[in-house]
């Protein structure tokens, strides 16, 4: 069973910065990548970014330069760091977890009950 346990969220102003954090536990998984996905209300869930655990990123276009996901790898855990937060950032951010479950050796995705992030307009 892998667990992945989002913090950091919060409502900050237009303009203003937060971090969130995601640390992932269990066993007989090896995690190939981490990320982060949103879903705002009435819409689907998209991409925010991922990061390989060789530190390779890959960013949603919206989010380039104001995003940065990093990763310590020997907690297994992921961050995002946000700035220049606008309204249109408000959303539920998911956490993900891909990676290979070591008893069947079977490609599995986990993912994180979700942290909010409200940006007034």
């Known amino acids: 069973q892998v667990q992945l346990v989002e913090s950091g969220g919060g409502l900050v102003q237009a303009g203003g910065s937060l971090r969130l954090s995601c640390a992932a536990s269990?066993?007989?998984?090896?995690?190939?990548?981490m990320g982060w996905y949103r879903q705002a209300p009435g819409k689907q869930r998209e991409l925010v970014a991922t990061i390989t655990s060789g530190g390779t990123t890959n960013y949603a276009d919206s989010m380039k330069g104001r995003f940065t996901i990093s990763r310590d790898n020997a907690r297994n855990t992921v961050y995002l760091q946000m700035n220049s937060l606008k309204p249109e950032d408000t959303a539920v951010y998911y956490c993900?977890?891909?990676?290979?479950?070591?008893?069947?050796?079977?490609?599995?995705?986990?993912w994180g009950r979700g942290t909010q992030v409200t940006v007034p307009s």
């Open positions: 269990g066993m007989y998984f090896r995690i190939n990548s």
């Open positions: 993900n977890a891909h990676g290979v479950l070591s008893t069947t050796g079977s490609l599995r995705d986990y």
